[in-house]
């Protein structure tokens, strides 16, 4: 079946240790997307990748940053993880134009930051 | 402050009933679209619904939009134990930058 994957389901590291989630995908999407979702918060966009175009929303802290090197893959890089930092990381994907259609989310990771 | 606010906040009913969700939002929209989460799980598309739509249907779900009132309804009609859930309006705003904005969540009880 088609779907996105995420790699780790649970990550824990260590404040100010770098770590990278991973996602993936078999629908053959365009556009990539990472969300933060913090415990009852709404889920909120750090950054989407449409092809190889990356678009960063502004308030989206330094410390993130993400790499797609292919269609299929795309990475969340946490240069210096805080506490404020931990959360569920979701990726998600669309065929087209950011907000025009439907989204397909991975099961997501959930960071712990000790 | 949220583009999308749902409405109630949480939900108890018991199984068989109706389940009615409400979402408002601010701006102008593209398309409004509902999404259910599981606990500790990714996001589930449940129906896009475009600005020109008034109602849509899918299985045992309805969504209607109303662009005057700037509102959105989600109606689970039968409930189920396994509709236990957070439930989420999304919006593509009309204008730049086109991307999704989620409300902050119902959580659905259906209680066996």
């Known amino acids: 079946d088609a779907m996105v994957i995420q790699n780790p389901r649970y990550q824990v590291t260590q404040f100010g240790k770098p770590v990278t989630l991973s996602c993936s995908q078999t629908?053959?999407?365009?556009?990539m997307y990472w969300y933060q979702q913090k415990s009852s918060q709404a889920p909120k966009l750090l950054f989407h990748y449409y092809d190889k175009d990356f678009n960063n929303e502004a308030d989206t802290p330094d410390n993130f940053q993400s790499r797609r090197p292919n269609t299929s893959f795309c990475f969340l890089d946490i240069r210096s993880p805080g506490l404020g930092d931990a959360a569920m990381y979701l990726c998600?994907?669309?065929?087209?134009?950011?907000?025009?259609?439907?989204?397909?989310f991975g099961p997501g990771t959930r960071l712990t930051v000790l | 402050s949220q583009q999308g606010e749902e409405d109630p906040q949480a939900l108890s009913i018991q199984e068989g009933e109706n389940a009615t969700m409400n979402c408002s939002y601010k701006?102008?929209?593209?398309?409004l679209q509902w999404y259910r989460q599981n606990s500790g799980r990714g996001l589930v598309h449940l129906i896009l619904i475009r600005s020109n739509e008034r109602e849509k249907h899918s299985g045992r779900l309805r969504v209607t939009l109303d662009t005057s009132k700037k509102s959105s309804s989600l109606l689970i009609t039968a409930s189920r134990a396994a509709d236990t859930a957070s439930y989420f309006c999304?919006?593509?705003?009309?204008?730049?930058?086109?991307?999704?904005?989620f409300g902050k969540g119902i959580t659905l009880s259906v209680r066996p």
């Open positions: 629908l053959n999407h365009n556009v």
């Open positions: 998600a994907t669309s065929r087209d134009g950011p907000g025009r259609n439907e989204q397909f």
């Open positions: 999304a919006t593509d705003i009309t204008g730049a930058n086109s991307k999704l904005t």
């Open positions: 701006t102008s929209i593209n398309n």
